[in-house]
């Protein structure tokens, strides 16, 4: 968490201009490396499991690390709202404990390991290219292929994020009743697809992904519905999606393509759907960010869809027209998940 200034602080950063805010992003960045080696070392696992807060000598003891070095490392996150420190023994504050233990169903932990491992190095390469050519030299799914092994490490962050809103978006998704078949379009580690299924004892549903994201899968599916959910591999914006289905989803795809390639897409979707069907798009769509954190959350998602796939936020009014072009109608958006900027959009073949 970025340091919180107090009230003296902000006046003399923000208002006054008489000490240099951009220290702040300093310790941002430092933060976020100290956090990743906390994620790296298991240190809030072990906290967790420690039955009273630990020293840090019996930290380091636990982790097999310097004394020293866990003392330094643990009192700047003490002042990061990560650890709380009394009578020189740290433990857990209530964010850490959830959104960084693995036992929390909201551990964003593999999503700070995907930009600490993946996205930022990526950047290190691309951002410049990015600004300063108006494109990366390549994509970042194109690099994933060069390592299959990044391809699970971004699997898993990008269920990081979708187990925030996968309760909401499930909620919001309707079904047909009787036999109904889904395709996920891009469905990557599939959780969405899996909890549809969990709902829906009647839904068969086929995720359609990348070669390299379908193998990751694995056994990601559990066992309760695993007859009921199929892979299939292929490039969504050349490849046979298959036919007659219900319901397809396309839920952080939109965000990655040029206004021709979307609808396109929209159209092989369409083309894949029984009469009557359903597209439902998930994204973040631009003009939706009204206040500090999700205006900056929607320019960061921006700069980093430039760097990492050419590419960028689209307003509703872009999809909407692409949509009706592609031959959908009765078009309808539903905000989801804690922070604004997110919705889904959804549209009834004609
Ligand atoms: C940002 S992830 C979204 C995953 C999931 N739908 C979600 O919302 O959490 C985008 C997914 O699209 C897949 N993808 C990107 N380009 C693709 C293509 N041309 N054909 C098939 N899948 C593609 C990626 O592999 C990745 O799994």
């Known amino acids: 968490m970025p340091v919180n200034p107090n009230f003296l602080e902000r006046l003399v950063l923000f208002r006054l201009n008489k000490a240099p805010a951009p220290m702040l992003d300093l310790f941002g960045a430092a933060s976020f490396e100290a956090v990743s080696l906390a994620l790296d070392l298991g240190l809030f696992e072990t906290l967790a499991d420690a039955e009273t807060p ?73 951002l410049e290219t ?26 898993a962050g990008f269920r990081a994020t979708a187990s925030l809103l996968v309760d909401d978006v499930t909620d919001a998704v309707s079904v047909p009743d009787g036999n109904a078949r889904l395709v996920d379009v891009g469905g990557g580690h599939g959780l969405y697809t899996i909890e549809l299924c969990r709902r829906h004892p009647n839904l068969t549903a086929t995720i359609f992904d990348l070669p390299g994201a379908v193998e990751t899968l694995g056994d990601e599916v559990p066992a309760e519905v695993a007859d009921r959910v199929r892979t299939r591999a292929g490039d969504y914006l050349t490849d046979d999606l298959g036919d007659g289905y219900d319901v397809a989803l396309l839920f952080n795809v939109v965000h990655a393509h040029d206004p021709a390639e979307n609808t396109a897409l929209f159209e092989r979707v369409a083309d894949s759907l029984a009469p009557n069907g359903r597209i439902v798009l998930l994204d973040q769509w631009e003009g939706s960010g009204r206040t500090p954190v999700s205006r900056a959350g929607l320019r960061f998602v921006a700069l980093t869809y430039l760097t990492t796939l050419d590419a960028t936020v689209y307003t509703h009014e872009e999809v909407t027209s692409w949509l009706r072009e592609a031959g959908f109608e009765d078009i309808t958006r539903r905000s989801v998940g804690p922070v604004a900027g997110q919705a889904l959009v959804e549209a009834t073949k004609r």
């Not at 990560?82 to 964003?108: H, P, Q, V």
């Not at 990015?130 to 699997?155: C, H, K, L, M, N």
């Open 54 to 126: 630990l020293t840090a000598a019996a930290l380091a003891d636990r982790i097999d690390a310097h004394p020293d070095g866990i003392a330094t490392l643990c009192d700047f996150l003490v002042t990061e709202g990560y650890l709380a420190a009394s009578d020189g023994s740290y433990r857990l504050t209530g964010m850490t404990e959830k959104w960084l233990l693995t036992t929390s169903e909201t551990n964003m932990g593999p999503w700070l390991t995907f930009w600490n491992e993946l996205v930022f190095p990526f950047w290190e390469r691309e």
């Open 130 to 155: 990015a600004v300063v050519e108006g494109e990366p030299s390549q994509s970042i799914y194109e690099w994933f292929d060069e390592e299959p092994a990044r391809w699970e490490t971004a699997q």
